[in-house]
């Protein structure tokens, strides 16, 4: 095939150890541990989850996060992240474990005031989840070296400050299921990324502000807030 234009560059995440791995999709899964649910003003009562997506070109490698456009609340999510070698439709439970390739620390940065819009108006949330930088991720560490883990704190600092503190048994839906119930709507495929939901504590950073996240048993990610582009 002949391209019109050149063709964009593939995005891809490094890998613990070596090598990277190539980006398909980036789907997100909403309200998933029962006190951000709270938080966020909504029921945590274990109804069935629902999805939202990022741009594979917003996840971000780099140490320096520029501070998006039109927004006065940049929210931080802390996020465990699954990434898939394999996938299918309608998966079962041990096709879901293994379809994962590895994990990795991710941070859903959200623009809170455009999204509090878009849910009052009943509009969709993409410019508020999918901007340009918005999906910070750290290393990803194959399944094959530290297993699935099910439990472990899931942590985020701002300047030093605990923000966010939580544990990965606290999800609603744990990632199996969650991937059981995302391929009932969407067939899966290796290079998919999900995140997998955030604890509670979630708040505002600005320009010049360190966050340090972690999961236990999985790895950390240190960004830091930059200046607009």
Request: overall charge neutral.
């Amino acid at each position: 095939m002949s391209f019109v234009i050149d063709p964009p560059p593939p995005v891809a995440i490094p890998v613990e150890g070596g090598g990277a791995f190539p980006v398909r999709r980036v789907y997100c899964v909403g309200r998933n541990y029962a006190a951000h649910a709270r938080e966020m003003g909504a029921d945590p009562n274990r109804e069935p989850p629902f999805f939202f997506a990022k741009p594979a070109d917003a996840l971000w490698s780099a140490a320096i996060v520029p501070y998006p456009p039109a927004t006065q609340a940049l929210h931080h999510e802390i996020e465990l992240v699954v990434a898939l070698k394999g996938g299918g439709a309608d998966l079962s439970r041990d096709q879901a474990l293994a379809a994962i390739y590895g994990y990795a620390v991710g941070i859903d940065l959200t623009r809170r005031d455009i999204q509090d819009v878009a849910k009052k108006a009943g509009r969709p949330w993409e410019m508020a989840k999918g901007f340009d930088a918005s999906g910070p991720i750290g290393p990803l560490h194959p399944a094959a070296k530290i297993g699935h883990p099910a439990k472990g704190a899931i942590t985020l600092a701002v300047n030093g400050q605990p923000r966010q503190k939580g544990d990965l048994a606290d999800m609603i839906w744990p990632v199996p299921e969650m991937l059981m119930q995302l391929s009932s709507l969407v067939r899966l495929a290796a290079g998919d990324l999900i995140f997998t939901g955030t604890p509670e504590g979630v708040g505002a950073v600005a320009i010049g502000d360190r966050l340090d996240g972690r999961i236990e048993g999985v790895g950390a990610l240190s960004v830091t807030i930059g200046a607009k582009v």
